[in-house]
């Protein structure tokens, strides 16, 4: 069983302000396990190798965000996302920003950069296309 619901997270300090986060009731190893687990059965959403953007956590010691680049082909869009450990039980997931086309010098953050519609379009479509599936992988 799980559980998740947005954090608003608009005035949080930090390194990801703006980022929508979600709480989920889960290790963070279980969420990076059922993410995998998602992103090998449909391999569409998978961003190309040739585009270097790479799932895990940087070489530096103080990198505590497990960072997740998803691709959507039809609207060829760059996400990026990151999991990190809330508590042994508890994970958070959040959506930090959309890039158009595979260019990486094109991210505009969410709840920053983007208007309300096409925000609210975004972090819809996370939801429902990204989310509610990898969640499914943890039941």
Known sequence: MFTFYKIAGKFAPGSYPYAE???????EKSL?????????????????????????RSASPDDYWYHVY??????????????RASDKTHSTFAFTA??????????????????????RLQKHQ???????????NLE
């Open 32 to 56: 990076i396990q059922a993410t995998n687990k998602f992103k090998a059965k449909h391999p569409d959403i998978v961003p190309a190798d040739s585009i270097g953007l790479v799932d895990g």
């Open 21 to 27: 986060r979600y709480e989920i009731k889960a290790s």
């Open 70 to 83: 998803f691709y959507y082909p039809k609207e060829d869009q760059l996400l990026t996302t990151w999991i």
């Open 126 to 136: 996370f939801e429902q296309r990204i989310l509610k599936e990898i969640t499914k």
């Open 98 to 119: 959309v890039s158009q086309g595979t260019g990486l010098g094109k991210w505009r953050l969410i709840n920053k950069d983007l208007d309300s519609n096409e925000n």
